[in-house]
């Protein structure tokens, strides 16, 4: 993954951070790097990142 991409609140118009997040789908938790707006805490979570986790996720559960 690429750290050089940066993203602006579209809110406050200050850099997003990067922040730790935790997800659970389907009885399966993950951690993910995400961007964090640190002055609204506005997360912001690509789409295909989502996406993909819950395909692995999907797959685990197929695999059993
Ligand atoms: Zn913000």
Not at 15 to 31: I, R, V
């Amino acid at each position: 993954m690429e750290e050089s991409r940066k993203l602006i609140c579209s809110r406050c118009q200050v850099e997003m951070t990067p922040a730790k997040a935790y997800f659970s789908y389907l009885d399966h938790s993950f951690h993910t790097d995400l961007l964090r707006c640190p002055r609204c805490g506005q997360v912001f979570i690509p789409e295909e990142l989502v996406k993909g986790k819950m395909q692995e996720v999907e797959m685990a559960l197929e695999d059993k």
